[in-house]
């Protein structure tokens, strides 16, 4: 029996992948001398798609036992007879009416093996650990690679991969892809059958390498089937995976003849063409066997060259030895050829060759793996971790890929320290950043920032074996310390003066508080700013006190005013401008003056109307003493003249009335504006104080509020110009939409949205560059921008950034 002759073995396994149901089927069985191994893969958007899948497979199975046979046309029989039982079923049961299933068909006489498929199942064929030769499937994707439309790597992410020009259960007759002449099998050859599911997940590839490491085939289906639920896809179909292991193969099978003339020839022929091989073979052996022995000592030079790491020399002794395998092709051709065997010992010299050239290609990347080893050593010691790590990455890509020689040259340990030395070229490169960040911090005079950025720094360096610098790290910590003792002195001394100013000038006192504050913070000193800050907010309480005071004093003159007591007015009004000036507010000053300055003019034109009035009185008594002495003065006349002077005092009060009512309408409107000054200085003061509490988007709202009232009165012209005013609360919108923006992208950078997060950023750095904010703020949102750039260019391959 064949069967006994040949050892063939099995493995498989099958899973639902992230369906609901599994779909696939396989099936196999192992004749005397015939054996047929079977998997199909049911459609999944079709009821009865597993129906289909166990049908195909059992049908086909039951046919190659009722007639075993090993030729193409037992595999079309065996698709036919499987196709019929699906449309059987089919028609059968109205809810499989519609079912269907991809079908991969393997048999082999234990020698050779045919197959043939319909639809996307696959078989690979492997031969020293590489696919050799694999099945085409009956797809749309797969017409677009025959066209050269698609390659043939991209076939597993096309999206009509799984749309099929045929299936077992079609309607009419299928045409399955069946190979015409048999595939003579070697031992340690293997089959692989495989559905979508498995081969859309892994492809040759990684198949190849997982063989080549798992010499264990049991471990090398729980490897392949651990890879496959690993995928980066969200769903993973039915997969199936069938590995066929054949450790010895059986001599090829005879071909059956009815003539016995037909073995008489043979005989005649075979003893000529043996007796003229004899006689020109022997003639040749001891030449032959001489530039064996030659070459094989060339080759074990070569090995022992490799070990000991001299590439140059090792390939030069794999040139010798092709040199010398060269001359094993004879030269002979025609008849004499054919008789000696020519072509069959340069088919052989060919292949020696093939194999000296693939230790010469092999010992080559060996070469340049070693040589990016020694350089990427000297570009780590001389401080250039990026190129040092680009050469490991290289060396390291290599020699994973290698399986020359890796025993003897240790090359798991070898890849153990470049792993090493990569992830040391990471943090070093890390640290180096951190480093300059210190630098940068300690120039802003940032010293809390800068002491822990070289402290991280230090600690990196040391575990990642650059233990020399961390004197220099040290020597900047040393002096950060002293340079801290005589900052602290500095922000004492300026503390001091703005206690001294506070009582007297307000805005001076504050800009020496707010120095001392940046001072103490740049220190760390949290006690100190905290207390800073209460001065701070102590101070400006006071200032709206006596702002508040001074409009209330204002409110109180304009009353005066109109009620007719204008030196009281006067006072009032100068007690509030004198307030005004103390708090340096140059626009209620001039307003204070203007109010001055009518109640001045209206004390004018109450003084004028009495010495008018006198006048008056003065020169009636006279026109009086007139009348008496000329009494032959026209009475009517007097009368006339009488009623015209009474006609203009009239007017005069007329008059004095109206400019009565000229004072109430300004007090009116002076009214309003003290009342919008109030407003907008309000919600400024509003504003500042949800600034403070980082409720950025109210504090803007505030900030936009207090701006359009002071526009309104810069348009109106009822008012000084207030350009200055409403340029700085622009200055002050643009800073807190500066901390907005910073706001927003730190929330976009913590959803991982790293364009918005960007965007963000860069608003938040425009903003801030433009404002009155401390360069470590500045530096701060820098650093988060360079972050963001670098998370939204990373492409998917720079896993390790």
Not at 618 to 623: F, L
Request: charged share 30%; net charge neutral; hydrophobic share 35%.
């Amino acid at each position: 029996m064949r069967k006994e002759e040949a050892k063939f073995e099995t493995r498989f396994f099958s899973e639902a992948g992230t369906k609901g149901k599994n779909n696939d089927y396989f099936g196999y069985i192992q004749l005397d001398n015939y054996a047929i191994w079977v998997a199909a893969d049911g459609y999944d958007e079709e009821a009865g798609a597993d129906v289909a899948a166990k049908l195909a497979v059992s049908s086909a199975i039951e046919y190659f036992m009722l007639r075993p046979r090993f030729n193409p046309d037992v595999i079309k029989e065996i698709m036919e007879y499987a196709n019929l039982k699906v449309k059987e079923k089919q028609e059968e049961t109205e809810k499989y009416s519609l079912m269907h299933t991809s079908l991969l068909v393997v048999i082999s006489n234990y020698n050779s093996f045919l197959y043939g498929n319909v639809g996307n199942t696959r078989l690979y064929h492997l031969r020293g650990g590489y696919v050799v030769s694999q099945s085409r499937d009956d797809t749309i994707a797969q017409l677009l690679v025959d066209e050269n439309a698609l390659d043939m790597n991209d076939m597993k992410y096309h999206r009509q991969r799984n749309d099929l020009l045929q299936a077992i259960g079609d309607f009419g007759k299928v045409k399955p892809n069946i190979i015409k002449n048999p595939v003579t099998l070697q031992e340690n050859d293997m089959l692989c059958l495989t559905t979508i599911g498995f081969w859309e997940n892994i492809d040759e590839r990684e198949m190849e390498v997982e063989i080549s490491r798992y010499p264990n085939r049991d471990s090398l289906l729980r490897s392949l089937e651990h890879k496959v639920m690993a995928t980066t896809r969200e769903s993973v179909e039915n997969y199936t995976f069938v590995l066929v292991n054949i450790e010895k193969v059986a001599s090829p099978e005879p071909v059956e003849k009815d003539k016995k003339k037909f073995w008489i020839k043979v005989g005649l022929i075979s003893l000529a063409i043996l007796v003229i091989i004899l006689s020109l073979t022997f003639w040749n052996i001891s030449k032959r066997n001489n530039i064996i022995k030659k070459a094989a000592v060339y080759e074990e030079q070569a090995n022992d060259d490799i070990v000991k790491k001299d590439f140059n020399n090792a390939i030069e002794s794999f040139k010798l030895e092709k040199a010398e395998l060269e001359k094993l092709k004879p030269k002979s051709r025609g008849i004499i050829g054919f008789f000696t065997g020519a072509n069959g010992k340069r088919a052989d010299a060919d292949k020696r060759i093939s194999v000296v050239n693939n230790k010469i290609s092999q010992t080559s990347k060996l070469q340049k793996a070693f040589q990016d080893i020694n350089e990427a050593n000297q570009l780590f010691n001389s401080g250039n971790y990026d190129e040092a790590s680009r050469k490991y990455q290289e060396a390291k890509y290599a020699l994973e890929e290698n399986t020359y020689k890796k025993d003897e040259l240790n090359t798991d340990e070898i890849l153990t320290t470049l792993n090493a030395r990569i992830d040391s070229s990471s943090k070093l490169k890390e640290a180096l950043a951190i480093e300059t960040a210190g630098n940068q911090a300690f120039s802003a005079g940032n010293y809390n920032l800068a002491k822990e950025n070289y402290k991280t720094a230090s600690e990196l360096y040391l575990v990642n074996g650059r233990a020399d610098y961390v004197a220099n790290i040290e020597r900047k910590i040393a002096e950060i310390d002293d340079r801290a003792k005589t900052d602290y002195s500095a922000a004492m001394l300026t503390e001091n003066q703005a206690d001294l100013l506070s009582p007297t000038d307000t805005n001076k006192s504050r800009e020496s508080y707010y120095q001392a504050r940046q001072m103490y913070q740049n220190l760390g000193d949290t006690a100190k700013t905290q207390e800073i800050d209460s001065k701070i907010n102590e101070l400006n309480a006071r200032q709206m006190a006596n702002l508040q005071t001074a409009n209330n004093l204002v409110q109180e003159g304009l009353s005066q005013i109109t009620a007719n007591n204008p030196v009281e007015a006067i006072t009032s009004l100068t007690k509030a401008k004198n307030i005004y000036q103390e708090l340096g507010d140059s626009n209620n000053v001039n307003n204070a003056n203007k109010f001055i300055s009518q109640a001045q003019e209206f004390i004018k034109l109450e003084s004028k109307k009495d010495e008018e009035l006198k006048k008056k009185d003065a020169e009636m008594r006279q026109k009086d003493l007139e009348i008496k002495n000329i009494e032959v003065k026209n009475a009517e006349e007097l009368k006339q003249q009488q009623i015209k002077e009474q006609k203009a005092l009239a007017a005069k009060e007329a008059e004095i009335i109206a400019r009565q009512r000229e004072i109430e309408k300004e007090k009116e409107r002076r009214e309003k504006i003290a009342q919008d000054i109030e407003n907008a200085t309000n919600l400024e003061m509003q504003a500042d104080q949800l600034f403070s509490l980082k409720r950025y988007t109210e504090s803007i709202q505030k900030y936009n509020e207090a701006e359009k009232i002071f526009e309104a009165l810069k348009v109106s012209g009822d008012f000084d110009d207030q350009t200055n005013k409403i340029e700085y609360l622009g200055k002050k919108i643009v800073k807190t939409e500066g901390y907005l923006y910073e706001e927003q992208g730190d929330t976009e950078f913590k959803n991982k949205n790293w364009k918005e997060a960007e965007k963000k950023f860069q608003m938040a750095k425009s903003n801030m560059e433009i404002s009155d904010v401390t360069a470590e703020e500045k530096l701060r949102v820098d650093k988060k921008l360079k972050k963001a750039t670098s998370k939204a260019n990373k492409k998917w391959w720079q896993f390790w950034k």
